[in-house]
């Protein structure tokens, strides 16, 4: 079965710029969407084919890809920018990776 | 706007059914995935079953012999069966629409607890 690979944790310091990074085979030939979950809360799409923002998802929030991996960048995190991220592709169902913990120092 | 709430029993025993539904409102159910996703307390989401408008389903590998997914008996509901469940199966389950063609999902559930435990 697919599997995507992240990170778990990510620290940035406050106007820095955080990447999050997920890896799979032939990522490049799939499109790669992004969540973000707060604690207690359900997960919200910020990226969606690879680097389309939804409406009301800031600007700071980005994504790309290259060669076998995909990257989440946010742009200047702020301090309610802390939470989970999480990958996810489609490859007969759905895919996603382990996700990564995002912390703003 | 798009909304969806699952509804089913916080309480299941071991060995039993846990049965789950999903209400649709602010749009029609046509045109669109409906799948359910979980994650067990403290770790990530793993995604359980599909289920397209015309009724065309598929089930993750790792509990597709215990998954059922259905369309509901109203127009605009969808709903989750797992047998045999163990300790192992207490998690948020959430419902959510899928768009076709990539597979993202823009609107999600609120989640309900379910936990198993005689």
């Known amino acids: 079965s697919y599997e995507l690979t992240q990170p778990l944790s990510v620290s940035v310091a406050l106007g820095q710029t955080a990447r999050i990074t997920c890896g799979g085979n032939?990522?490049?030939?799939?499109?790669v969407h992004w969540y973000q979950q707060k604690p207690g809360q359900a997960p919200v799409l910020v990226i969606y084919?690879?680097?389309y923002r939804p409406s009301g998802i800031p600007e700071r929030f980005s994504g790309s890809k290259s060669g076998n991996t995909a990257t989440l960048t946010i742009s200047r995190p702020r301090a309610g920018d802390e939470a989970d991220y999480y990958c996810?592709?489609?490859?007969?169902?759905?895919?996603f990776g382990g996700g990564t913990k995002l912390t703003v120092l | 706007q798009v909304h969806l709430q699952e509804s089913g029993p916080g309480l299941v025993k071991p060995s039993e059914t846990l049965s789950l539904t999903c209400t649709v409102s602010g749009g029609s159910i046509s045109s669109y995935y409906w799948s359910w996703i979980r994650q067990p307390p403290g770790k990530g989401l793993e995604w359980i079953a599909y289920?397209?408008?015309?009724?065309?389903?598929n089930y993750n590998p790792s509990l597709k012999s215990r998954v059922t997914i259905s369309l509901g008996t109203s127009t605009n509901q969808f709903s989750l069966k797992l047998s045999s469940v163990t300790a192992a199966d207490t998690a948020v389950y959430y419902c959510?629409?899928?768009?076709?063609?990539?597979?993202?999902?823009?609107?999600w559930g609120q989640g309900t607890l379910v936990t198993v435990s005689a």
């Open positions: 959510a629409r899928g768009q076709p063609s990539s597979g993202y999902y823009p609107y």
């Open positions: 084919r690879d680097s």
């Open positions: 032939n990522i490049g030939g799939k499109h």
């Open positions: 996810q592709v489609w490859d007969s169902g759905t895919v």
């Open positions: 289920i397209y408008y015309s009724g065309t389903t």
